[in-house]
């Protein structure tokens, strides 16, 4: 029985070996679980302290946009207030004749600009199209400057471009002269 006694001894500090290991790996996983939940803590404080400080540059940046956007909004509206939009018949107003008998607007005639101007059209390209711009202008004109209209939000006006300008009633007239001429060449044969 000796042998019995001994092995069971043998056995009972091999068991209590492995109490302690059990004991010792349950403070573990404690200690790493406090250590799990500490780190999770920093890592959540971290996200929150970096939305909050991403936030605040968002709300900066917001109210820069907004404060410039009122002062852009202050400068264009200025930009309107001191435009001048000539009356019509002036120098520079613009003289294009009726789209059609719907419109209501009066048919270009000799009171379509006033005195000394000329209702008369400058060619102007648009990449693949050609605008025509008619205006009143001095009977003399040769160039009318032109530029494009001021985009959406832009604070300044577009720089203008010189375009040849020609009077349409001169071209009214020597096409009225021109037919006439053919008129009596065709009468004299």
Do not use: H
């Not at 029985?1 to 056995?11: F, K, N, Q």
């Not at 500490?38 to 404080?45: F, P, Q, W």
């Not at 000329?118 to 009318?144: F, R, S, Y």
């Amino acid at each position: 029985m000796g042998e019995l006694r001994d092995a069971s001894a043998e056995l009972d500090l091999a068991l209590a070996s492995a109490l302690e290991d059990y004991v010792d790996a349950e403070n573990l996983v404690t200690l790493k679980a406090e250590e799990v939940q500490e780190a999770t803590a920093l890592k959540m404080a971290t996200i929150v302290a970096c939305k909050a400080e991403k936030y605040d540059e968002y709300w900066n940046t917001w109210m820069d946009a907004i404060g410039d956007r009122e002062s852009d909004l202050e400068t264009i509206e200025d930009l309107l207030t001191d435009q001048v939009i000539p009356e019509r018949g002036s120098a520079g107003a613009r003289c294009e004749k009726a789209l059609s008998n719907g419109t209501w607007r009066q048919a270009r005639d000799d009171t379509t600009c006033n005195e000394g101007l000329c209702c008369g059209a400058a060619k102007i390209p648009m990449g693949n199209v050609m605008m025509t711009i008619e205006t009143c202008q001095a009977e003399a004109t040769v160039e009318v400057q032109w530029g494009p209209a001021r985009g959406p939000m832009e604070t300044t006006v577009p720089d203008t471009d010189p375009y040849p300008f020609t009077c349409i009633d001169g071209a009214q007239k020597l096409a009225a002269a021109a037919s006439a001429l053919a008129a009596a060449v065709y009468m004299l044969a």
